[in-house]
Every structure is written in structure tokens, then in C-alpha cells.
């Protein structure tokens, strides 16, 4: 049995249903999933401080900008409304996307695109392109590709959990249907999606950065699923080590 294997499997020995059991089986993955979603994409968040607002609602002697927190606080409330909506098992649809994007974003689009009339929660509305490929679907395209996107991701078999979320979050990337916020909210959709159907969570390390964006690059380039996947499962299994490590103890 693989490290990806023995950490799914010990995922699914633990039978959550509830957002209560969701939250004591996570325990302290939401504030390493925040911090490392957050870093990806902000050099400034530091472990620490997504600590402290997770713990505490606060941070003491902070000076770095405001953004920054709240960026972190937004994480927080979008892993509150991540439990929520497992709690009532929520489908994955665009009023989902749309919903934790909000969250995740809330008082932190830029002046600029303020004035271009772009909204947290809200597709975009001019055309940002992003990464070497300079992936982004064109804004008048959006909602259609994003429909289309939920569409076939409506019935899937959970043992193809991963397949699905790998899938889904390289198209998400790849259509871009933000202005701001498209990584955080890819990845929370990505890991809601795995939990909805009995698949552990996992956190894209920001140490790992280069072979994720490798693993998205090579959808954009080829429409090659398998980076993703594989990527996917190591982080997976890197994410849940240390349970692992505890389980493969008791047992020997």
C-alpha cells in the first residue's frame, strides 16, 4: 500500500459526516491549509499570524499591510463556511464557487480593479490573462465555461475522487473566472470536493510551488491530467504523514 493509499484509507476509517466531526478530524489542518494557500500567492502571510487570527480573532505587534490580514481572515471564515457546507452537504456548483470566493476575497480587491466594477463573488469582468501560457477564458465566456465545468462534474464515482478534483481544479486555473482570488478559491473547491466525496483534504505546500504550477502548465500546454494527479496524491500523502507515521506505529 502506498503513503497516498494508507492516507486515505485512514481518512475513511474515520466515517465523518457531521461539520463537528469534520472539524475535530481537520483539528489543525485549516490554519496549515490558510497559511500555505495564503503564501502561494502572498509572501507576507506568515504562520504565525494565520495562527493567531484563526486562535484568537487578532494578531499582537503586527506591522505588515492590511491586506495581508485580511487575506488571513478571510480564510478563516471561508474554512468556517467550508464546514458548513459540509454540514449540509452542499453540491459543488457555481453558487458555491462564487460563495467561498467571496469570502476569500472580501476587502481586498485593489483600487484598480475596483473601479473596473470587479466584485469579490462575482465573475470577472475584463480579461486578465495570468501564468507563462497566459491561460484565462475571455469574461464573456465565463459563466457558460464554468456551467459547462459543473456540469461534468455532476456524477462521478468517489473512488475517482482525486481524478475530479485534479480535473477540476486545472480547468478552474485554466478558465481563470475571477479577477483576483482564483488560487485560494480553486484550491478550497478542490479540497471540498475531495471531502463531499470521502476523500482527505490536502494542502499544496508553498515549498512546492514550482511542481504545482508545472502540474497546471502542463494542462495548459498539452491537456495533461497526469502531473496534476500524481501531485495531488504526493500532497496528499505529505499532508497526512505524521498520521501515518502514528497509525503504521500502533500497528507494529
Known amino acids: 500500500m502506498t ?50 487570527i484563526f486562535d484568537h480573532d487578532g494578531v499582537s505587534a503586527y506591522t505588515g499591510d492590511l491586506r495581508t490580514l485580511f487575506e488571513i481572515r478571510n480564510a478563516r471564515d471561508a474554512y468556517e463556511a467550508f464546514l458548513t457546507a459540509f454540514q449540509n452537504k452542499r453540491r459543488v456548483d457555481t453558487v458555491l464557487v462564487k460563495e467561498f470566493h467571496r469570502l476569500l476575497t472580501q476587502n481586498t480587491y485593489d483600487t484598480r480593479r475596483w473601479q473596473l466594477g470587479e466584485r469579490p463573488g462575482t ?8 501564468g507563462k501560457e ?4 475571455p469574461p464573456e465566456d465565463v459563466e457558460e465555461e ?6 461534468n462534474l455532476a456524477d462521478f464515482p468517489s473512488e475517482k475522487a482525486l481524478t475530479a478534483a485534479a480535473f477540476f481544479h486545472v480547468k478552474f486555473e485554466n478558465i481563470h473566472p475571477f479577477a483576483d482570488g482564483n488560487g485560494r478559491t480553486g484550491r478550497l ?18 515549498e512546492d510551488r514550482r511542481a504545482y504550477f508545472d502540474a497546471l502548465e502542463a494542462w495548459d500546454v498539452s491537456q495533461n491530467l497526469q502531473p496534476m494527479l500524481t501531485f495531488l496524491q504526493e500532497q496528499t500523502a505529505k499532508t497526512w504523514r505524521k498520521q501515518i507515521e502514528r497509525a503504521e506505529m500502533r500497528d507494529s
Do not use: C
Open 146 to 151: 464554468m456551467t459547462e465545468l459543473m456540469e
Open 134 to 137: 497566459e491561460i484565462g477564458a
Open 3 to 52: 503513503q497516498y493509499e494508507k492516507a486515505v484509507a485512514l481518512w475513511q476509517d474515520k466515517k465523518i459526516d457531521t461539520d463537528a466531526a469534520m472539524a475535530e478530524a481537520l483539528n489543525s489542518y485549516g490554519i496549515a491549509f490558510a497559511y500555505h494557500s495564503g503564501k502561494l500567492e502572498n509572501p507576507n502571510v506568515t504562520y504565525h499570524d494565520t495562527r493567531e
Open 189 to 206: 473547491v478542490m479540497n471540498y470536493l475531495l471531502v463531499l466525496h470521502g476523500h482527505p483534504p490536502l494542502i499544496v505546500h508553498e
Open 123 to 130: 465573475y470577472k469582468k475584463h480579461d486578465y490573462a495570468t
